[in-house]
């Protein structure tokens, strides 16, 4: 099972698009015949379920020539698979300002949507594109820049939720100011993440600057 967020409440620059279309089109490369991808918006409250733009299931490519056409395996795996995909994501990579960037309640509510039911043998991957910088009424990385802080918040709580030991793999959007440089994403930033997705029982794989 593989899950995407994706937060576009900021615009992403030419380069940036160009290497997030690059390793979406991976992500969906790599799902298993018969595994599951779902598509999501870092749009969640606290409230409403955050459903999926679009969740299909890899029906493969390859033919068995003894009693498949490969000819119309590859025609549906094209149709009804990888161009779908296409579609979505080309929308997800749009811009759509917002006021706030909920991320860590769209990581729960992704979490709860996309692993809640699934079987515990199967493996778990979410990949998450964003600049990580979180605003909304739990934490706001703009108001405090001590990210300790947050950890020892008690209204973390209200973001935590068991995502059953998933794979976390993050394209980190980087947001530079007028000097060229990141003005919040930094090493105690990337730091805080690590942590939070521990306390999810995540597991941290990789996170990509872009």
């Known amino acids: 099972m593989t899950a995407v967020l994706v937060d576009r409440s900021d615009p992403l620059g030419p380069q940036q698009s160009q290497r997030v279309r690059q390793v979406l089109d991976r992500t969906v490369a790599e799902?298993?015949?018969?595994?599951?991808?779902?598509?999501?918006?870092?749009?969640?409250?606290?409230f409403e379920r955050l459903a999926p733009v679009l969740a299909l299931c890899n029906p493969g490519s390859e033919a068995n020539p003894l009693y498949q056409n490969p000819k119309r395996m590859r025609a549906r795996y094209e149709e009804q698979f990888k161009k779908r995909l296409d579609t979505v994501i080309e929308a997800l990579l749009r811009p759509s300002p917002r006021k706030t960037?909920?991320?860590?309640?769209?990581?729960?509510?992704?979490?709860?949507?996309?692993?809640?039911a699934v079987p515990a043998n199967v493996p778990l991957r979410l990949l998450v594109v964003s600049d990580?910088?979180?605003?909304?009424?739990?934490?706001?990385?703009?108001?405090?820049?001590?990210?300790?802080?947050?950890?020892?918040?008690?209204?973390?709580s209200g973001v935590l939720?068991?995502?059953?030991?998933?794979?976390?793999?993050?394209?980190?959007?980087?947001?530079?100011?007028?000097?060229?440089?990141?003005?919040?994403?930094?090493?105690?930033h990337?730091?805080?993440?690590?942590?939070?997705?521990?306390?999810?029982?995540?597991?941290?794989?990789?996170?990509?600057?872009?």
């Not at 298993?32 to 749009?43: C, D, N, R, S, T």
């Not at 960037?101 to 692993?115: G, L, Q, T």
């Open 31 to 46: 799902v298993p015949v018969g595994g599951k991808i779902a598509l999501y918006l870092a749009e969640a409250d606290d």
């Open 101 to 116: 960037s909920p991320i860590m309640e769209s990581i729960k509510a992704v979490c709860i949507d996309a692993f809640g």
């Open 132 to 156: 990580l910088l979180q605003h909304s009424p739990i934490a706001s990385h703009y108001r405090d820049k001590n990210f300790e802080n947050f950890l020892k918040d008690p209204k973390m």
């Open 161 to 188: 939720v068991d995502c059953k030991g998933a794979d976390v793999e993050v394209i980190y959007v980087l947001r530079l100011g007028k000097d060229g440089r990141p003005t919040i994403q930094n090493r105690a």
């Open 190 to 210: 990337q730091r805080f993440w690590d942590l939070y997705f521990q306390r999810l029982n995540a597991r941290p794989r990789s996170l990509e600057a872009v």
